[in-house]
T-cell receptor, first 109, second 113 residues
Framework: DQQVKQNSPSLSVQEGRISILNCDYTNSMFDYFLWYKKYPAEGPTFLISISSIKDKNEDGRFTVFLNKSAKHLSLHIVPSQPGDSAVYFCAASGHDMRFGAGTRLTVKP | DGGITQSPKYLFRKEGQNVTLSCEQNLNHDAMYWYRQDPGQGLRLIYYSQIVNDFQKGDIAEGYSVSREKKESFPLTVTSAQKNPTAFYLC????????????FGPGTRLTVL
């Protein structure tokens, strides 16, 4: 039973454009959400998070939006850079933490 | 430098053998976790430990065992009872509680021949 879903396994964007990665969750008890970035053969690294009391959190080129009524969050990367190419995992936390399957982002020069 | 180390990076074992994956952290974190990653799937929790000498099963604990004798160490044993052990294994630690980000090690890719 996947409580956190990333329905797009891959996304390709041009350098300089916006990347939008989406994540849906089913458990209304989740109240803290995180995005992790993962390069091949490495462990994920924390990127940005958002609490359920907010609907937006921004850190440089990265912004996470949370729509609690839709149980949906998204990560926006503007402008996208080739170094952003990686797998991005969405995670949701309440009693414990659950991860989505990941979206592979490719930023083309 | 503070961080999490996992060794070895690649591990090969024959079917039917038990194998232990190492995870060490010097971040002074109370909580440690083991995840398994398979292609097309998210990180699935195997076991976690919130404190020394205590641990709980995650979603896919069958065929695995752990110990937490020291705060810094959380080794994972993949036993012969695990039906599909070939996977990428990730260890993580955090300050504890569900609102703290987890810090991950580099992972161990286990291949059972």
């Amino acid at each position: 039973d996947q409580q956190v879903k990333q329905n797009s396994p891959s996304l390709s964007v041009q350098e300089g454009r916006i990347s939008i990665l989406n994540c849906d969750y089913t458990n209304s008890m989740f109240d803290y959400f995180l995005w992790y970035k993962k390069y091949p053969a490495e462990g994920p690294t924390f990127l940005i998070s958002i609490s359920s009391i907010k609907d937006k959190n921004e850190d440089g080129r990265f912004t996470v939006f949370l729509n609690k009524s839709a149980k949906h969050l998204s990560l926006h990367i503007v402008p996208s850079q080739p170094g952003d190419s990686a797998v991005y995992f969405c995670a949701a936390s309440g009693h414990d933490m659950r991860f989505g399957a990941g979206t592979r982002l490719t930023v083309k020069p | 430098d503070g961080g999490i180390t996992q060794s070895p990076k690649y591990l090969f074992r024959k079917e039917g053998q038990n194998v232990t994956l190492s995870c060490e952290q010097n971040l002074n974190h109370d909580a440690m976790y083991w995840y398994r990653q398979d292609p097309g799937q998210g990180l699935r929790l195997i076991y976690y430990s919130q404190i020394v000498n205590d641990f709980q099963k995650g979603d896919i604990a069958e065929g695995y065992s752990v110990s937490r004798e020291k705060k810094e160490s959380f080794p994972l044993t993949v036993t012969s009872a695990q039906k599909n052990p070939t996977a990428f294994y990730l260890c993580a630690s955090s300050s504890g509680g569900p609102y703290n980000e987890q810090f991950f090690g580099p992972g161990t890719r286990l291949t059972v021949l």
